[in-house]
């Protein structure tokens, strides 16, 4: 069975940082694509990043320069470093993997360990909050 296991989320005030790491089992790790998605309230799902299987990184233009994505085969986990952290990053933070996650940048709504896995294989999201 696949899972996604999200955790380090918390409240920060604007300018914070936040580590976000992602458990990955039930599948090989380090041959799959993997990233994070977030759904601030309100608005749809969006990709933030994503690592390939080929070692590529990808970012949304509102967190360059300030996320960082990576990934630690040896433990089947990925992490998100979030630095100069804003308000607009206040979201549901989703882990992914799977190719089939990142055929799309964006889902009106994230799915998640609970959704079938024709979208790929996600976590069950851990919430951000940064205040200013």
């Known amino acids: 069975e696949v899972q996604l296991v999200e955790s380090g989320g918390d409240s920060v005030q604007a300018g914070g940082s936040l580590r976000l790491s992602c458990t990955a089992s039930?599948?090989?790790?380090?041959?799959?694509?993997m990233g994070w998605y977030r759904q601030p309230p309100g608005y749809e799902c969006e990709m933030v990043s994503s690592?390939?299987?080929?070692?590529?990184?990808y970012y949304a233009d509102s967190v360059k320069g300030r996320f960082t994505i990576s990934q630690d085969n040896a433990k089947n986990m990925i992490y998100l470093k979030m630095n100069n952290l804003k308000p607009e990053d206040t979201a549901v933070y989703y882990c992914?993997?799977?190719?089939?996650?990142?055929?799309?940048?964006?889902?009106?709504?994230?799915?998640?360990?609970?959704?079938?896995?024709?979208?790929?294989?996600w976590g069950q999201g851990v919430q951000v909050t940064v205040s200013s």
């Open positions: 690592i390939r299987s080929d070692g590529n990184t």
């Open positions: 992914a993997a799977d190719k089939r996650a990142f055929y799309y940048s964006a889902f009106d709504v994230c799915p998640t360990n609970s959704t079938p896995p024709q979208f790929g294989y």
């Open positions: 039930g599948f090989t790790f380090d041959n799959s694509d």
